[in-house]
């Protein structure tokens, strides 16, 4: 994919993109790929689906000017007429209060996109359907610390083992299985879904927990956007409405992206090797 913010033309276009869990302001935050990977796409309408901020761990304790280059490029995007849509998670829940604001940024609790298929999609952090022990800001507050201490503990084993930032260590596959049991597997997706059919949609977009993957539950359709910590994914629409699981080029990507009451279909391979594609 062309790197350049100068060129609106080299960018590759969708009519909406989907992006949750960035976690500016964390230790975690892989803002180089976020930055990257912004600077390649460009879209009518781009949703950030909570979790933008990590404002439970510190807020700006790990600011970098890498992630006001993040703000600046959405923001940009905003004057120059893309529809930034933002809906805040858990760990940016402060800007759930009446009168947050970010200029030229709609925050919203959970929004209905009509996808250009006439498809309509509740999108919405996700957090909303958490065990109610899990929405206590207490119990936010502690994961952001937990995570940033074996974080921590991870850049050491790493430079002692030599492993790079994109192999797998210990300390990975500890997270992944945290992430895993907090997700409540399929009894969150379909609270989820139920949300969406409630609200007359037929099916969901959200992210909070960090496992990329578009799924079926009940004939409604459960797509999870993934995350900029551990999966580095996005979800974006394409014009006709159809939607692509994209993940960044160092990121697994899952075999395979079921569209709505149609079989699985292998995910699709890598553009120019900055993204891999999977379609719904």
């Known amino acids: 994919m062309p790197r350049s913010s100068e060129n609106r033309n080299a960018r590759t276009p969708y009519r909406s993109l989907f992006i949750s869990d960035l976690h500016l302001g964390a ?38 000017a890498a992630h006001d280059a993040i703000m600046a490029e959405l923001r940009a995007r905003a004057k120059t007429g893309t529809r930034v849509v933002y809906l805040p998670g858990n760990h940016d829940a402060r800007m759930r209060a009446p009168g947050a604001a970010i200029e030229g940024w709609e925050l919203r609790e959970a929004v209905i996109h009509r996808a250009a298929d006439g498809r309509r999609y509740l999108v919405l952090h996700g957090d909303q359907c958490d065990p109610r022990i899990l929405r206590w800001h207490f119990m936010t507050r502690l994961g952001s610390r937990a995570d940033a201490l074996l974080r921590q503990l991870d850049a050491y084993l790493r430079r002692r083992a030599g492993l790079t930032e994109w192999e797998q260590s210990f300390v990975d596959r500890v997270l992944s299985a945290a992430n895993s049991v907090l997700a409540m597997g399929d009894g969150f997706e379909r609270k989820l879904t139920r949300l969406a059919g409630a609200a007359g949609a037929m099916g969901v977009i959200c992210g909070h927990s960090h ?25 974006a629409e394409d014009f006709d409405g159809r939607m692509r699981l994209l993940s960044y080029e160092r990121a697994p990507l899952p075999a395979a992206l079921p569209r709505p009451a149609a079989p699985a279909r292998p995910a699709e391979g890598k553009t120019d090797g900055a993204l891999a594609e999977g379609v719904m």
């Open 27 to 64: 230790r975690a935050c892989r803002a180089g790929p976020i930055l990257d990977f912004l600077r390649g796409v460009e879209a009518e309408t781009i949703y950030l689906v909570g979790d933008i901020f990590d404002l439970w761990h510190g807020g700006r304790l790990h600011w970098a």
């Open 211 to 235: 496992k990329p993957g578009v799924r079926s539950h009940g004939g409604l359709v459960y797509a999870n956007c993934g995350d900029w910590v551990d999966s580095l994914t996005a979800l």
